[in-house]
């Protein structure tokens, strides 16, 4: 079973940067789609990113694309999120999710998830 670990949240000026970071405890990472997702309070999880097992595939949602870069380094079990051009609707608990199957843009597919971090954007 996968154990998925968030680091890299915080708080950030508007128009600011962050990079989020997971970290996989699962020795077979490489098998796994990642994803990225947020919940904002009293919100619904929305989907952020995802990565497909090799890398070579990604997906955004659009209200981050040209601003959000998912990336992997499979020989580190890590995927992390490069966040740029802050904004206040960006605010939310970042997750992390993993599926051992292909890249989807659902939560409800993922198999693992990771306990969250926050990141607030003030304006």
């Known amino acids: 079973q996968a154990q998925l670990v968030e680091s890299g949240g915080g708080l950030v000026q508007a128009g600011g940067s962050l990079r989020l970071s997971c970290a996989a405890s699962?020795?077979?990472?490489?098998?796994?789609?990642m994803g990225w997702f947020r919940q904002a309070p009293g919100k619904e999880r929305d989907f952020v990113a995802a990565i497909s097992s090799s890398g070579s595939v990604t997906y955004y949602a659009d209200s981050v694309k040209g601003r959000f870069t998912i990336s992997r380094d499979n020989a580190k079990n890590t995927v992390a999120l490069q966040m740029n051009s802050l904004k206040s609707e960006d605010t939310a608990v970042y997750y992390c999710a993993a599926r051992r199957s292909s890249i989807v843009r659902s939560a409800f597919l993922y198999d693992y998830w990771g306990q969250g971090t926050q990141v607030t954007v003030s304006s």
């Open positions: 699962e020795r077979t990472f490489s098998r796994y789609s």
